[in-house]
Nanobody
Framework: VQLVESGGGLVQAGGSLRLSCAASGRTSSRLVMGWFRQAPGKEREFVTGIRWSGGSTYYADSVKGRFTISREDAKDTVYLQMNSLIPEDTAVYYC?????????????????WGQGTQVTVSS
């Protein structure tokens, strides 16, 4: 599976951005896709994930209520809508994917990764 992210950039605090992640190669209904981020000097952290089949989602507490993950089946694309951005959201955002069963965790075990896209939120 190949993942290509787009949509990063510079935004003022309180603003919005939408990231996209297009998947290609071997995809199926067992695909799980997620977003992670890594700020300078910090470890990569889970942001949100979605199951391709059924569309169930999970969010990190730090973004709950502000970020929304969604998918577009026809384009094999996942989106991350980020609203009410704060400077602490500044990071490189990575799209990730794995194949798993219906009960597998959405927060860990990802094996396919995109190249990352920079999001910078100014105060």
């Amino acid at each position: 599976v190949q993942l290509v992210e787009s949509g990063g950039g510079l935004v003022q605090a309180g603003g919005s951005l939408r990231l996209s992640c297009a998947a290609s190669g071997r995809t199926s209904s067992r695909l799980v896709m997620g977003w992670f981020r890594q700020a300078p000097g910090k470890e990569r952290e889970f942001v949100t994930g979605i199951r391709w089949s059924g569309g169930s989602t999970y969010y990190a507490d730090s973004v709950k209520g502000r970020f929304t993950i969604s998918r577009e089946d026809a384009k094999d694309t996942v989106y991350l809508q980020m609203n009410s951005l704060i400077p602490e959201d500044t990071a490189v955002y990575y799209c990730a994917a794995k194949f798993s069963g219906p009960l597998a965790s959405l927060t860990t075990g990802y094996v396919y990764w995109g190249q990352g896209t920079q999001v910078t939120v100014s105060s």
